[in-house]
């Protein structure tokens, strides 16, 4: 058998020879062995094989299969991996266009000529087979079309990428040494079906397995469960395919026996999300007297479904705190248990209770631990074809053309892949919907496989398509949209009340991002028919790269020579590409907080918004802070029932006197859990009790010095030098120390993110790029001593018509209070920012505020900063997402200071408070870098005192603008911030 191009284009020719699918039961031979999680049954072929790698058909080697080739002279790979993470071919990332977009004119099903094949083999020992016996190979995952043969025999063909593929090879193999030999070609007609936005590899990238079956042996099983509406009582049944003479026996630990393969359960604990109770249901195989095979299998009972127009889960409303996610890491879609554990942890941890598998089967590991941890799951079939959709909505293909809308030649594999993921997902309780896939359009075969999920299981099914093809909207139970804003959510709804509404995808987390995001969230706790949504996605998408200088980096689109490509819009996850949390995370964490948190001045609310538990698993810890350190602590009750309110008033606390006091109130897990410890932090407020700042007594005026060029202002132990030359502050020395590294200026820019990007903000508000690189100094600058304070005053014109004036009034200890004034142009747009841009001696390295943090924060993303005392490091100010732009502001800042072990720059905000950022580079530098390691060498500690700064917005990254209450305004702007420098035994 060979694989050619005729069976590989052939949409109809999808499978040969593979075993019925299948759930992913595992099986013992006894419980002690089903406990420790370790099968004699199982022989795994991870490891080494041989591979030869060739680019297209023609010139892969002909008969590689045979047991007796001499392989030795071939290179190595591990198995599971990529072929092109191990130097054969290269990543590939792109987002709708088809990897061979533009370089070949192919119609949908047809291949290019440039299709690397990877050809594996390895040795196997194999004992002999008892009677009745049977040996089975399994394919955890192969992308995207591969061929099997052991021993030289022809023994099957699959091309569902996401799901397992098993294959009888019983009659191939002999007692002792055997040979496999996999062909795995990168593109098939299934191809076609996997348009994903992620990076395109190929490979044997799951678990190979051989499985041996004894002669009675369950091959197939399913469990369902009914809970009676007062959640008293619940069924439990289970169905078994048995292959051989054998008998079946089940028990449900700690209930009994089923008879008939049913069992009631009085008084269930109700598997959800807040509470993952997992009952063990022990299944045996009887045979001729003895238990010849075990299984233990996990089963959550509860009820999930559409409820009185709602989605319910054990007859409650739920809302999806959800977030969608790749199975992708440092060696892209190979990914072990721990690595996936870590992730769902983390979700958790953060207060995610739903995932959507985007947009294609986990493996395995992912549903069981979803079902331990408690998160509740869209499962989503392998299926995009979002460049051919894109096609149609361009006018190059008509509807009729459209893969797999209404072509029957494409049936047959969407219903293949339908089979694959139910038969082996079925049984897990965390998956909750059925997807039909992503981006793909609508048509007949889309409703032909959610009609076939419907007569398999219970489960509502899932698709966002339909939207956009409104031929059949029964194609999905619920209305699913990809980032509707909210305020059309709540105009749909106004008039729509026939389906529950959800957002497969919202929030785009593409680099400094994840504004206004309470709007959603808000929403769900609002309108009932809105529940919730998944943001777009958990983590980047980037693989580890080597800049020419050595420096390792996390390379995107186009950095390993793939085109056409997407470039950084892989990057658009609440963590980075090494899992950690971004602050976009840590804000995800606060909105879906499962308790809500409503301070004044008198006291706070506390609403209870989880679905089945009451607040007693919480502890509520209120603290009162005096300029950001804590004076009182204490516990308060905390005992609420789900869906209600209760409202606490403060400790009597005395809150007179200077300075801010604030209570802060903590939700915490009384008792660790699974995914996090006792003390965690899962919500929390904070409300301003009273704030009075003391008179400040002005003392004596400076020097003013008027010379031909330049004007100077001295005092005690400071020297101030104002420029006739460009205009503005260049000499600011503390004793003899020179603190500055380039003159002050007024800056209205900043580096631009990936949402202004986006929209296109560069090209509208290119004037205030200008205006903050090239102002012209207009005259001398005016000086004069008014009372107790030298006043120096600046005017720059600005490209076009628009004007600023620049003042300082400079005091004999050295503060200097700086105002800004500006005057836009006719028809400027809102400026990005209004801020004082200070370079300073790169020895003041240290950043301490108090203010807003301790993560970056933006106006429109500020739920989870906290007011504090902070201390950080200006080198870790600059978030690495993975292409630089705007980032590390702190907003809600009363003061900040930059400092070093001999002195501190301090930096006040006056009239209300501020946004500050210190970065080791200008806007314009982080601008121009497009990884890190372009960053250039720096030496200077660049402040940026902010007035306001444009809020990061984040419905989309392509199109949607910042919320219109999170721009500056469009006409005259002011902002006074005062500095000052000290010695570091005057700092505060």
């Known amino acids: 058998m060979t694989i050619d191009a005729s069976l590989l284009s052939d949409p109809e020719r999808f499978a040969e020879n593979t075993l019925p699918p299948r759930s992913d039961h595992r099986w013992f031979a006894s419980r002690q062995e089903a406990l420790q999680g370790i099968s004699g049954f199982e022989q795994s072929l991870n490891g080494t094989w041989r591979i030869h790698h060739a680019p297209d058909l023609a010139t892969r080697p002909d008969g590689f299969e045979a047991a007796d080739l001499d392989v030795s002279g071939w290179a190595e790979i591990p198995v599971p991996a990529h072929l092109q993470l191990h130097g054969f071919g290269r990543p590939h990332y792109t987002n709708v266009a088809y990897p061979w977009d533009g370089r070949v004119d192919i119609r949908p099903g047809e291949l290019p000529e440039a299709n690397p094949v990877g050809s594996y083999v390895r040795d196997f020992e194999v004992t002999e087979l008892a009677e009745g016996e049977r040996l089975v190979v399994r394919f955890d995952g192969v992308e995207s079309a591969f061929g099997v043969w052991v021993g030289g025999t022809w023994i099957g063909y699959s091309t569902d990428s996401f799901t397992p593929a098993e294959f009888d090879i019983t009659a191939a193999v002999v007692p002792g040494r055997n040979r496999i030999a996999v062909q795995v070609v990168q593109f098939s007609s299934g191809s076609w079906l996997e348009d994903q936005d992620f990076f395109r590899f190929s490979g044997i990238f799951r678990d190979v397995t051989l499985l041996r079956l004894p002669a009675a042996h369950v091959a197939d099983l399913r469990v369902t469960t009914e809970v009676s509406d007062d959640l008293d009582r619940a069924t439990v049944r289970l169905s078994t395919t048995l292959q051989g003479d054998g008998e079946v026996k089940a028990v449900l630990d700690g209930v009994g026996e089923l008879t008939g393969g049913v069992i009631e359960v009085p008084g269930p604990r109700l598997w959800s999300a807040e509470d993952p109770q997992l009952y063990d249901l022990w299944v045996e195989v009887h045979r001729e007297g003895r238990v010849v095979e075990v299984i233990r299998q996990r089963v959550g009972i509860r009820r999930f479904g559409i409820e009185d127009g709602l989605l319910k889960l054990n007859g409650q409303r739920i809302v999806f705190n959800g977030v969608n996610r790749h199975e992708f890491g440092r060696n892209g879609r190979v990914m072990t248990r721990d690595e996936i554990a870590h992730d769902l942890r983390l979700l958790k941890a953060h207060n995610v209770n739903a995932v959507r ?56 594999a969407l219903l293949f892949r339908a089979a694959n993921m139910l038969a082996r997902d079925v049984n897990h309780p965390s998956v909750v919907m059925w997807s039909c896939g992503n981006e793909s359009y609508g048509g007949s075969n889309l409703l032909a496989v959610a009609d076939w999920f419907r007569s398999q299981d219970s489960r509502p099914v899932h698709y966002e398509g339909v939207h956009w093809d409104r031929r059949l909207p029964e194609t999905s139970d619920v209305v699913s949209r990809m980032y509707a804003t909210a305020a059309e959510i709540e105009s749909y709804l106004a008039e729509h009340r026939d389906k529950p509404f959800i957002l497969c995808e919202y929030a785009h987390a593409m680099g400094n991002s994840f504004g206004a995001v309470e709007k959603y969230t808000e929403l769900a706790w609002r309108e009932p028919l809105y529940q919730g949504g998944f943001v777009w996605d958990f983590a980047d998408q980037a693989l580890p790269a080597v800049a020419p200088d050595g420096t390792p980096y996390w390379g995107y689109g186009g950095d390993f020579g793939d085109h056409p490509n997407d470039g950084d819009f892989s990057g658009n996850g609440l963590c980075f590409a090494d899992h950690t949390p971004k602050p976009l995370l840590i804000e995800a964490k606060q909105l879906y907080r499962p308790v809500d948190i409503q301070p004044d001045v008198d006291g706070v609310v506390v609403t209870n918004r989880q679905v089945l538990t009451r607040t007693d698993v919480l502890r509520l810890l209120v603290r009162l802070l005096h300029d950001g350190r804590q004076v009182e602590s204490q516990e308060m009750p905390l005992d609420i029932a789900p869906g209600e309110s209760a409202r606490l008033a403060w400790p009597e606390w005395s809150v007179s006197g200077d300075g801010e006091f604030v209570a802060e109130v903590s939700c915490q897990l009384r008792e660790a859990t699974a995914w996090a410890p006792a003390g965690h932090e899962v919500a929390f407020a904070q409300q301003v009790l009273h704030t009075s700042t003391p008179q400040r007594v002005l003392p004596s005026a400076p020097q003013l010095v008027v010379g031909t060029l330049n004007t100077g202002v001295r005092g005690d132990g400071f020297d101030l030098l104002f420029t006739e030359a460009h205009g503005g502050l260049s000499s600011w020395r503390l004793g003899e120390w020179e603190l500055l590294a380039g003159r002050v200026r007024p800056c209205f820019w900043h580096a631009p993110t990936s949402n202004e990007r986006g929209w296109g903000s560069p090209h509208r508000d290119g004037m205030w790029l200008l205006a903050s690189r090239y102002p012209v100094f207009d005259g001398f600058p005016e000086s004069r001593v008014v009372g107790q304070q030298a006043i120096i005053t600046h005017r720059f014109r600005l490209p076009g018509d628009g004007s600023c004036t620049m003042t300082h009034a400079v005091d004999g200890q050295g503060r200097i209070e700086v105002g800004l004034e500006v005057t836009p142009g006719v028809d400027w747009p809102d400026p990005p920012e209004l801020s004082l841009l200070i370079p300073l001696d790169g020895m003041l390295d240290r950043l301490r505020w108090y203010g807003e943090g301790p993560h970056e924060s933006a106006c429109d993303r500020r739920s989870s900063a906290r007011i504090g005392l902070w201390e950080q490091r200006v080198a870790d100010q600059l978030t690495p997402y993975i292409r ?44 121009n870098a497009e990884h890190p390691w372009q960053l250039p060498p720096s030496n200077r500690t660049v402040v940026r005192a902010t007035w306001r700064r444009r809020g990061v917005g984040g419905d989309d990254s392509w199109g949607a603008r910042t919320h219109p209450e999170f721009l500056l305004p469009t006409g005259r702007l002011q902002f006074r911030v005062a500095m000052q420098a000290l010695p570091r035994s005057s700092g505060s």
């Open 357 to 412: 598998t985007s947009h294609y089967p986990n493996s395995t590991a992912f549903y069981e631990l979803c079902d331990e941890l408690g998160l509740l799951v869209i499962d989503e079939m392998n299926l995009e074809t979002h460049g051919v959709w894109e096609a149609h909505e361009r006018g190059r293909i008509e509807q009729a053309e459209v893969v797999p809308g209404d072509r029957p030649e494409w049936q047959g």
């Open 884 to 927: 630089p732009q705007e980032a590390g502001g702190h907003t809600g800042v009363r003061w900040a200071e930059v400092g070093c072990d001999d002195a501190v720059l301090r930096f006040e905000a006056i009239d209300a408070h501020m946004e500050f950022s210190a970065l080791p580079w200008t806007p314009f530098e982080v601008e």
